[in-house]
């Protein structure tokens, strides 16, 4: 049975019940791939530039994030990598150019974004009771901070190969989760909401999206919560939608074993 509700939690769910069935329910776990482990080390530099800065007021030096970056990713590697049977081949060049991106991307974090933020909150883990939910949200605020002009700020530090949309900011349930939990953690709502996005292309850009949380958003995310629920609890768990990219080898670690998929795709390995 489930203990709390995580933003990462609906985001599987949402990608496919079974895959969270076995994740969340059975306690499989099998590794992220290299992407999630860069983002984990990006995230690292940063975290030790906020506890810094809290008590300071200042950054951090650029070796020191860059350091703290790297350092954490190594550490995320040792947890395990998940690459599908077609990577075998490239997997330790892909592992060693990891190192180069996380370093790279914590230093343009140094320059283009942590001058920006000053710190309120740092690694807060919230828990948040609703009594329409029979088990609570659980979220981490990575860092709180308030920007030029003395606006609470809730900056998430994300890392993708791509430049986002609008929409995928707009559309994410994350930002309404925790813009209720800072809520419960200050007592105010958020007064700007952004995805900040180190995106690992040729040539690394920092990319601000801003995106808009009321009330109301909340309150739809309980009521997909409560649907996610209810069907955890009847025991029905289908499978992603027929030819989502989230079902293949190379993006799902459970494909080899998944009940949903035919043998004779799995013998092809």
């Known amino acids: 049975m489930l203990e709390y509700l995580s933003q990462s939690m609906i985001s599987s769910w ?9 994740r969340f329910l059975e306690g499989e776990i099998i590794p992220p791939g290299i992407a999630a482990r860069i983002g984990t080390g990006v995230h690292k530099g940063a ?51 990891g190192v180069d991106t996380v370093v790279t991307l914590a230093g343009l974090y140094r320059d283009s974004l942590a001058p920006q933020v000053q710190p309120t909150l740092v690694e ?44 995928k900011a707009d559309e994410s349930p994350q930002a309404s989760l925790y813009s209720r939990l800072v809520l419960e953690a200050t007592g105010h709502w958020p007064d700007k909401v952004s995805f900040e996005v180190f995106v690992k292309t040729k040539t690394p850009a920092h990319q601000s999206v801003e995106t808009v949380r009321r009330p109301e958003d909340y309150d739809i995310l309980v009521v997909r919560a409560q649907a996610i629920l209810a069907v955890i609890e009847r025991g029905i768990f289908p499978p992603a939608q027929a030819g989502s990219w989230t079902c293949s080898p190379k993006w799902c670690g459970f494909w080899w074993s998944c009940k949903y998929i035919p043998t004779h795709k799995k013998d092809t390995r």
């Open 47 to 97: 975290e030790i530039n906020h506890i810094q800065k809290i008590h300071t007021g200042e950054d951090e030096p650029k070796d020191v994030i860059q350091d703290a970056a790297r350092d954490g990713y190594k550490k995320a590697l040792e947890k395990g990598v998940f690459f599908a049977p077609g990577e075998a081949s490239t997997a330790k060049k892909q592992l060693a150019d």
């Open 14 to 22: 949402e990608l496919c019940p079974e895959r969270f069935r076995r």
């Open 124 to 167: 807060e883990t919230i828990y948040l009771d609703d009594s329409r939910l029979p088990i609570p949200f659980r979220g981490t605020i990575d860092v709180l901070a308030v920007d030029g002009k003395d606006r609470t700020w809730l900056p998430d530090i994300k890392t993708a190969s791509a430049k986002w949309g609008q929409s």
